[in-house]
């Protein structure tokens, strides 16, 4: 079993920056991709940003210059740090991971979601 946790949403203003921190433990042999995506009311889930295990990155094209994603392979963590936040940033951040386990089963996980608002 494999759980990812969440923390570091928040309320904002526009302009400003908040960092979402993902852990993930459990019976976890090695993490391949790790991602951001977000749902903002009455819309469908998004792709933020991806990296890969040796750290490539992919961001929509509404955060480039503004997000950036990072991970630490040895803590099984993904960061996303945000910076200029705009009200349209407004969602529910979910954290995923595609995780090979003792098992040699490969599996995508989700966090539970963080809140981010971002007022005007």
């Known amino acids: 079993q494999v759980q990812l946790v969440e923390s570091g949403g928040g309320l904002v203003q526009a302009g400003g920056s908040l960092r979402l921190s993902c852990a993930a433990s459990g019976s976890i042999l090695s993490i391949n991709a790790m991602a951001w995506y977000r749902q903002a009311p009455g819309k469908q889930r998004e792709l933020v940003a991806t990296?890969?295990?040796?750290?490539?990155?992919n961001y929509a094209d509404s955060v480039k210059g503004r997000f950036t994603i990072s991970r630490d392979n040895a803590k099984n963590t993904v960061l996303l740090q945000m910076n200029s936040l705009k009200p349209e940033d407004t969602a529910v951040y979910y954290c995923n991971a595609e995780v090979l386990d003792y098992g040699f089963r490969q599996k995508n996980y989700w966090g539970q979601g963080t809140q981010v608002t971002v007022s005007s």
């Open positions: 990296i890969t295990s040796g750290s490539s990155t």
